[in-house]
C-alpha cells in the first residue's frame, strides 16, 4: 500500500516542481521499482508507463544539485535505476560529477564496465561487492547482476547468487529475473530435480509475466529431454496453478517437440491432455496432429494418418501441414513396397555450383512429394527454407525408412 502512494505522489506534484528537483529521486525510484513489478506480475498496461518513469527518472538524476547525493537513499537510488535499465550514462555522468565521494567508485566503476558489455572482467570483483551490500537497498540487484556476469564460466556460482536475489527481493521483477534465468541454466546442465523446483516456484509465482514464453521454452526442453525421469505427476504439479489456456499452450508445445523428436508415449499424453483441455478447434486440431504424429510408427499407422489427414486445413499453420505433409510420405513408404531407386545409393548433392545454388526452391509439399525415381534427396535443395523441426522429422523420417527398406529386401529378395 505505501508504495502504491508513492506511485501516486509522484505525479501528485506539477511538472515545474519536479523539474526544480522538489520530489528527491528516490521517491521517484520508488515509483518504478511499483511499476517494474506490476508488468512482471501481469499489468502489460504498466510497460507504457514504465518507459515513461525510465525517462522522467533520468531526467531528474541529470538536473539534480550534486549535493543531493548526501542523502544516501538517493545514491542507492542512482545505482538501481543504472541497474533497472536504466540510461548507463546517466551513471557515467553522476559518478563524473562526484567530487564529494558520496558513491562507491567500485560500485560505480563495476557497474559502468558490467552496462557497456565487459562484466567479466568484473566477475570477482562484482560478486565480492554483492557480499558486501548483501543487507543493504542495493544487495539484491548486485546479486543479479553478479549471476548474470557468472552464468557463462561458472553457473553453479551464479545460481547461488540468484537465489540470494529472489530470497531477498519477493514478488518483484528481481525475483521474477532470478526464477527465470534459474531455470534456464538448470535446463540446460541437466540439473533435473532443481529444475522442476525453481519451475513450480516461477510457474506459481510469474506465469502472467511479459517473459513467461521464455520459461514455456525452457519447461518444454525440460520435459521433452527427461521424460521418463520427470513424470506426469511432475508436470501436472508445475502447471496446476496456471488457467487452462496457458496449460494447452504449454502441453501443445509439448506435444509438438515431442512429436518431432520421437518421444511418442510423451506426445500421445501431452495431445490428450490438450484435447481434455480445449474448447477451441484450433488446439484441439493440433493436439489429434501431434498424436497421429506419435502413433505412425505403430500398427494402427493407417488409422492414424487418415485421423491426419481428416484434419482441416485452415486449422493448420504452414510449418504444421508441412509437418503433415512429411508424416504422410514416411507413412506411406512405411507400408509401401521398397523400389530399385529408394534401395540405390544417394548422389551427394553439389551446391558449389553457381547455376544450382540459384536455382529456385519448390514448396515443401511438391519438394516431398516429387517424382519417386529421383536418387537425389528431394529435401537438400529446400532445408534452407524449411522450419528447422519439419527438417529433423523427414531427416529421422528418412533414416527409418532405410532401415525398413533393407530389411524388407532381406526377407523378399524378388521384390
Known sequence: MATTLVFGAAFAYPASAQDHGELAPYVMLRSLQFVQDSVVLGDHSAAEMQRFMLERVDQRFRAANPSIFEDPRNVDAALIYAMSGGNPATLEFLAARDIAGNFDSRIADALRKYLSGKGTLVAKSLGEMAKEYRDEKIGPYLSLVSGNVMVATDPKDALVFYDWARLTAPGTIIEEAALRRSVAITVDADMVEQALSYARRYARRFIHSPYASQFADFFVQLVVGHF????????????????????????????????????????????????????????????????????????????????????????????????????????????????????????????????????????????IAGPAATTEDPTAGAAAKFDPAFQTYVDSGRSKLNAIDEMLKEENPSK
Open 228 to 367: 521418463g525421469e520427470i513424470t506426469e505427476e511432475d508436470i501436472d504439479g508445475a502447471l496446476e496453478f496456471m488457467d487452462v489456456d496457458r496449460r494447452r499452450e504449454v502441453f501443445l508445445r509439448v506435444a509438438r517437440a515431442a512429436a518431432i523428436a520421437g518421444k511418442n508415449d510423451l506426445a500421445r499424453l501431452a495431445s490428450a491432455k490438450v484435447e481434455a483441455l480445449s474448447g477451441n478447434p484450433t488446439p484441439e486440431a493440433l493436439a489429434r496432429l501431434y498424436g497421429g504424429l506419435a502413433d505412425i510408427p505403430t500398427n494402427d499407422i493407417r488409422a492414424a494418418m487418415q485421423a491426419i489427414s481428416d484434419i482441416p486445413e485452415e486449422t493448420l499453420s504452414p510449418r504444421d501441414r508441412a509437418l503433415r505433409e512429411a508424416a504422410k510420405v514416411v507413412a506411406e513408404q512405411v507400408v509401401g513396397w521398397p523400389t530399385a531407386e529408394s534401395l540405390a545409393q544417394e548422389k551427394p548433392i553439389n551446391m558449389t555450383n553457381t547455376e544450382d545454388a540459384k536455382s529456385p526452391v519448390a514448396s515443401p509439399r511438391n519438394e
